[in-house]
């Protein structure tokens, strides 16, 4: 039972004691007063009546007129006039009928008054005795109309106490919500300061939790810091603080085998030309500036086309990957206008030729990089800041124009989607969840996300077709019964009507929601944090997990990460990549699963291609892996990783 309800039961308790007990001494002091008056009644009527019969002739016709007569002037059970040997001279009795008190309550309070008793004389002789008793029925109604006010007056009192002590109770409730809300969320890894309550015990237990918070909150910190600080020890050129060759080309190969929209984009490359000579002609200081520079300005063009990468593939070669962008020609002009700006600043002799071409999905990185790289040469070879665009082969290409490409999704989507089915398995082999992306019918074959996702993007129709996806991946749960894992894209995350829509479908299948695991870009989590925590909030309540995918070298920069609620994450298969033999990157695994571990996150890595990848994984402290390496035997939910 609750605090509340056991406040609540107390403070009725009490009322009823209250009510109970006033109203039992009310009534009994009330029964014990008119018993006391109608004991004195009783005696003065039968000495007066004694008196008067005393004083006068004692015919037995007079008597029994003068009986009458009192008997019908006052209020009587009965009055006797018995002689000294106690024989009945002359007697009159009434009905005790009361028709307006309950039966049993006055049975409950019944008057226990003896009769009045006095002695007739005769002369100097005793005549006999007369005996009066008082007619109840008055003292039953007076008690009864008394009981009713009392019992209305303490109705009202209740009443008014009930309301007083309901003003109370949600006063107390307040911050001991807060406190509650506290203390779940330290039990799911959420460190939240919370407002101190002015009750005083409750103020020594917040104050005590917001220290545990702060606490831990710092040392989150920290360990985020030191990890960030690994990361850039280990990943990036210690010049200009970008991504060193490998981790950049893992990057790309990612990207290249991505079921996601980031599975096409642009690839571009910047050369500074005659590098050793400008060293020289420079000086060193002034050409690591350069490299700087060059670097910086690339880092502008990803973060202005969105979440780019860029990368120091040698001494020379700086390369920038932006996902889901496609326009060449805009991307080229700024790329060249930003280039001729920084060569003329260092003067004449600093030439930074530059290429640009398109990736999709399933193509070979080795020829992609080959070709670009063979471009970036012709430029290099028409000397200073020329330019050269790989042009996209037209066999890869499904549709050239906007109107075909929606059109064919708009078709595809009322035809119905599939959904493919990719098992995250843990150390052990057992299930954690099948990854599910989508499928669409295009030109007749089943095309993988990768190929449709980035003109799903460009279109809008991002959350028409996660809504399609939600609705196969409830289906699926209900008919096999096992976990799914749902990709929500960042544009249906800021769409109200999806959100009310997703929240609404999985109320209505309440049964399987703990069966619904809820994954987000990681880069929702550094644009659009408040978006995020209202749906994860949102989903737990419903009983869904909530995660990021593609979670890579900027994991510790997620603002308010303990407050997010996350269940889980997903590394990206970037840095998965080889890790069987890249010390550097082990070590940055083993920090980023230490930090979600004491945060509660489970951490899952993607891209996983062989069974010693995996294995090295899960000493690192990974509890889940997937990728093209990972196979599922449905019968006993083991794996083959």
């Known amino acids: 039972m609750s605090l509340i309800k056991q406040l609540w039961l107390t403070i009725a308790v009490l009322l009823l004691l209250a009510f109970v007990g006033s109203l039992l001494i009310g009534v009994t002091s009330s029964r014990h007063y008119i018993e006391q008056e109608v004991r004195i009644k009783n005696n003065d009527n039968a000495n007066a009546l004694a008196l008067s019969m005393s004083q006068m002739e004692k015919d037995p016709v007079i008597l029994e007129l003068l009986l009458a007569a009192q008997f019908d002037t006052g209020h009587y059970q009965h009055i006797a006039l018995r002689d000294p040997q106690g024989e009945l001279i ?67 009192a209740g009443a008014i106490s009930l309301l007083l002590a309901a003003w109370i109770v949600r006063t107390i409730r307040r911050p001991l919500r807060d406190v509650v809300s506290q203390a779940q969320a330290i039990g799911q890894r959420r460190f939240m300061v919370a407002n101190e309550p002015r009750t005083r015990e409750l103020r020594e237990v917040v104050q005590a939790m917001n220290q545990l918070s702060q606490a831990v909150r710092h040392m989150l910190g920290e360990e985020s810091d030191k990890l960030d600080q690994l990361r850039r020890r280990m990943q990036h050129d210690p010049v200009t603080d970008t991504l060193t060759r490998a981790p950049f080309l893992d990057q790309l190969q990612a990207h290249l085998k991505s079921e996601k929209d980031d599975a096409s984009g642009t690839l571009a490359m910047v050369r500074v030309a005659r590098l050793a000579e ?56 700024d790329l060249a206008e930003r280039l001729h700006n920084l060569g003329e600043e260092f003067g004449a002799t600093v030439s930074l030729p530059s290429a640009l071409c398109q990736y999709s999905q399933g193509e070979s990185r080795a020829e992609l990089l080959a070709s670009l790289d063979g471009a970036l040469a012709a430029a290099e070879a028409r000397g200073a800041n020329a330019q050269e665009v790989v042009d996209l082969p037209a066999s890869s290409v499904l549709y050239t124009r906007h109107d075909e490409w929606r059109q064919a999704l708009a078709e595809a989507l009322e035809q119905g989607i599939s959904l493919a089915h990719y098992p995250v398995l843990d150390s052990k082999g057992q299930l954690i969840h099948f990854e599910v992306p989508s499928r669409l019918r295009l030109k007749g074959e089943w095309r993988p996300a990768g190929v449709f996702l980035p003109w799903i993007s460009r279109l809008a129709m991002a959350p028409t077709l996660d809504l399609a996806v939600v609705s196969a991946a409830l289906a699926d749960v209900e008919s096999s019964g096992k976990a799914v894992a749902i990709n929500l894209s960042a544009e249906s995350l800021v769409d109200g009507h999806f959100v009310g829509e997703l929240l609404a479908r999985i109320q209505a299948h309440q049964g399987i929601a703990d069966k619904l695991w809820f994954e987000l870009p990681q880069s929702v989590a550094l644009q659009q944090p408040q978006a995020l925590r209202t749906l994860c909030h949102a989903l737990l309540g419903l009983g869904c997990k909530v995660g990021l995918e593609h979670v890579g070298t900027q994991f510790g920069k997620i603002e308010g990460l ?4 996350l269940s889980f994450m997903k590394i990206d298969g970037a840095l998965s990549q080889e890790v069987e033999s890249r010390s550097d990157q082990q070590s940055l695994l083993r920090g980023m699963a230490t930090l979600a571990h004491s945060l509660g996150i489970l951490t899952l890595a993607e891209g996983v291609e062989s069974r010693d990848a995996a294995q090295v994984l899960f000493e690192l402290g990974l509890d889940g892996v997937t990728g093209p390496g990972i196979r599922h035997r449905e019968g006993n939910d083991a794996g083959d990783a």
């Open 90 to 156: 002359e007697q009159r009795v009434a009905s005790e009928h009361i028709d307006d008190v309950p039966d049993w309550f006055v049975n409950l309070v019944r008057f226990e008054v003896p009769p009045g008793r006095a002695v007739v004389q005769d002369g100097w002789q005793q005549y006999g005795t007369l005996e009066l008793a008082s007619q109840h029925s008055f003292a039953y109604r007076s008690l009864w109309r008394s009981t009713l006010e009392l019992t209305g007056w303490f109705a009202i």
């Open 278 to 333: 400008l060293n020289q002609q420079l000086g060193h200081a002034a050409t690591d500036t350069l490299l700087v520079r060059i670097a910086r300005r690339l880092d502008q063009l990803a973060n202005l086309y969105g979440y780019g990468t860029v990368g120091r593939l040698n001494g020379s070669d700086f390369a920038l990957i932006l996902p889901r962008h496609y326009d060449l020609e805009a991307l080229g002009n």
């Open 562 to 565: 303990q407050d997010l609620g």
